[in-house]
């Protein structure tokens, strides 16, 4: 991810510590930012909002005019850090998954 997009994604450091990361990409046409991520120890700081607001402008730069997120459920408490930022729950998306993984345990011969 980062190679791919090494002008959105980021991290935090704390002397020798990486405290907090985020990935952005843009695909041209919609952008997604993945695993913003800050170490316990420092939420509640101000970090996470540093990250995303960089990544958003850094995707502004690139063209994007939508970013589009997703929450795990086993991380809803998330939920209002995002609204305070301005983002919204979607009602007209559904997300689907494709476990490559899977595909991979089963082999097909011709």
């Known amino acids: 991810m980062i190679n791919d997009n090494p002008d ?3 991290y935090l450091k704390k002397n020798s ?4 990361t985020i990935f952005g990409a843009f695909n041209g046409r919609r ?4 695993h913003l991520c800050i170490h316990p120890k420092y939420q509640k700081q101000g970090l996470g909002t ?8 850094e995707l502004k730069k690139k063209g994007a005019t ?3 997120l997703s929450v795990s459920v086993v991380n809803l408490k998330i939920i209002p850090f995002y609204l305070k930022l301005g983002y919204k729950m979607m009602n007209d998306l559904v997300t689907f ?3 490559l993984w899977r595909e991979k ?3 097909v011969r011709g």
Request: glycine share 4%; charged share 30%.
């Open 97 to 99: 998954e494709n476990d």
């Open 8 to 10: 959105t994604c980021f």
């Open 105 to 107: 345990q089963i082999s």
């Open 17 to 20: 510590e990486i405290v907090g």
């Open 31 to 34: 952008a997604w930012i993945y």
């Open 66 to 68: 939508k970013i589009l």
């Open 50 to 57: 540093l990250l995303v607001r960089k990544v958003e402008d």
